[in-house]
DNA sequence: AGTGAAATGGACAAATA
DNA sequence: TATTTGTCCATTTCACT
């Protein structure tokens, strides 16, 4: 991991469908060595895919929420049951169990209010031994995701 | 958008390094099909682009964390000065503005928690008009983002 | 189905460390 | 010395028409 395999990771994290002969001259190698490098930063899974990037709106996703949730019991059955029963839902996007208050945060995107409600009945209140939740609705996104830094 | 569409969107969220033929026959259309209808996905911009994933481990970002922030006034420029703010540091990776009680939420990767005291001192610090944060750590990852639901 | 571009993989000498 | 790089090379695959 030198600075080229930094910016080439950068690189291909902003737009992966370049050519290597592009890429390689964004970060200053020979095409060789570009192809090389790409090959090896797969083989040591520090590349673990590669995916279309999906405009939310334009899909008809308009609400994005936050949901922090607290279960009633810390055992390790009750939080086992409970993430088992996220990896079901396809609405819930992503899950972390976290410090601080929350147990979990958990993340949705929806058409609408009337869609976050169905999900909501559909899917959050089916998890079990939720105490609490409490969701933040994204207003506005001041600044999307596009990758991490690499230095 | 079609079913079909649909379901390419969700194959190309999968796995975007795919061949036409592969895509073409893991959705059941024709090579050729299934190349206009990606087409005239990006020429839509539902497709906005294709990027590489990264581990964050093996890149050693191994502290994930969302920050909720509350400014002191909700006035336009408040915001607006705060949000200029964030678009300049790299290391916030994500930002929303959200109902609720926090105004914002923030999402950080680090390396470790004196990396995400550096961050915090060099950059959340630094954010004006703050009137309070609370960093919640992610201890586990229950489940990844991978794509949005294409229904 | 055909064409052209690009990915892939290999061999080897030069450079680097 | 050992590893990495750059410049060829040939082959094959694939996007695009």
Redesign the interface.
Known sequence: MDPIDRSL?RA??????RSIAELADSVGASSSSCHRRIKSLEA?????????????V??G?KL?A?VEITLESQSRTAMERF?AA??QF?????????????D??V?I?ARDLEHFDKIHRECLSLLPGVSSM?????????????????G
Not at 12 to 17: A, G, K, P
Not at 90 to 100: A, M, P, V, W
Not at 139 to 150: A, E, F, L, S, V
């Open positions: 990771l291909l994290q902003t737009d992966s469908s040591a899974h520090i590349i673990t895919g590669y995916s279309a990037l999906l405009d939310p334009r899909l996703l994005h936050f993430e996220v990896a396809d609405d819930i996007l992503e899950c972390h169990l976290t410090s601080g208050n929350a979990y945060i993340r995107a409490r969701s933040s609705f994204a207003i506005r996104t001041i600044k999307r995701w596009k990758g991490y830094p690499t």
